[in-house]
């Protein structure tokens, strides 16, 4: 089944280096490399790589750094006939640090993708119409974010929605999610509950469900992902790897998540599949350079649910 994926496109520009720089700190790094990023691309790209038939609905300047995203995504297997190129904006840049612990700090410059907006959904609407899952994150316009699942939800799609980078969100939006994908800060910023372990993730998720969210599934890192469903309460585990780099770890873990939906495995079943590429993802550099295949994760088969 179709996967429309919606979001961000950027250029990651990456330094690895021993710690993180404090405020004022300059310190010297080691290893510098460019990698395609942007958390809409990633999720797209995971989905690709996973299994998924994916369209993908961006915004990127009219620049070097747009042309080589888009043709990176095209020989990923993603439909790029939707992505849209801004004449005045540049593409979407990140700096990033890796520590050597495989912890990071980014800052993302958006450009183009700050003009994604409302009508550039309209031109792709055909392919919301035919797809089976939207996928959503926040690196575009909170409005267009809105309005596609506005979109979404009125045509019976499920919308699955990673709310990253950490914001507030309206209650309105959160009536359309079908499985609503923070990890623990970003559940603290939309709940006020500081999620620590099971229990104050049972909390959060339980406040996001009285808001209309019908499945939450909140990301712990190396601990797994807490599903909170009518009829479940659990925490799925991850994996123990050694983690090298965990950028777009939680891009790897959405993306897959779409496709194992997408199949028809159940939501439990769905997780499991994502935990293990989400961590997969961590055990080898870059944002999407580190997204698993889909003989990688295993998982051959249709499940049902």
Do not use: W
């Not at 700096?95 to 009508?119: F, H, Q, R, Y």
């Not at 939501?267 to 993802?281: L, P």
């Amino acid at each position: 089944m179709k996967i429309v994926v919606i979001g961000s496109t950027n250029t990651d520009m990456v330094i690895k280096t021993g710690h993180l720089p404090t405020p004022g700190e300059t310190i010297l790094g080691g290893e510098f490399f460019m990698n395609p990023g942007g958390k809409g691309a990633n999720q797209a790209v995971a989905a690709s790589r996973l299994g998924g038939d994916v369209d993908f609905i961006s915004k990127t300047g009219n620049d070097i750094f747009g042309e080589q995203s888009v043709e990176n995504l095209r020989r990923e297997g993603v439909n790029t006939e939707n992505m849209i190129v801004d004449p005045e904006n540049p593409s979407g840049v990140a700096l990033i640090t890796v520590d050597s612990k495989a912890e990071n700090c980014i800052v993302v410059a958006p450009g183009a993708n700050t003009t994604l907006k409302p009508d550039d959904i309209d031109k792709a609407i055909k392919q919301i119409g035919i797809a089976e899952i939207v996928l959503l994150q926040l690196e575009i316009p909170i409005e267009t974010v809105e309005y596609a699942a506005q979109i979404a939800y009125r045509n019976n799609k499920k919308v699955i929605l990673n709310p990253a980078p950490a914001q507030k969100l309206s209650d309105s939006i959160l009536k359309t999610i079908h499985i609503l994908t923070p990890n623990e800060t970003e559940a603290e910023i939309l709940t006020g509950i500081k999620v620590t372990n099971s229990d104050t993730a049972e909390k959060a998720a339980q406040i996001l469900k009285k808001k209309g969210v019908e499945i939450v599934i909140i990301t712990m890192g190396a601990n797994g992902a807490f599903i909170r469903t009518d009829s479940l309460s659990e925490l799925i585990p991850a994996p123990e790897v050694k983690a090298v780099d965990t950028t777009a770890a939680g891009d790897a873990f959405n993306g897959a998540l779409a496709v194992a939906v997408s199949e028809g495995f159940n939501i439990r079943e769905a997780v499991q599949f994502a935990n293990k590429a989400g961590s997969i993802a961590v055990t080898r550099p870059g944002a999407q350079a580190s997204t698993p295949y889909r003989r990688e994760v295993g998982e051959k088969r249709v499940r049902s649910k």
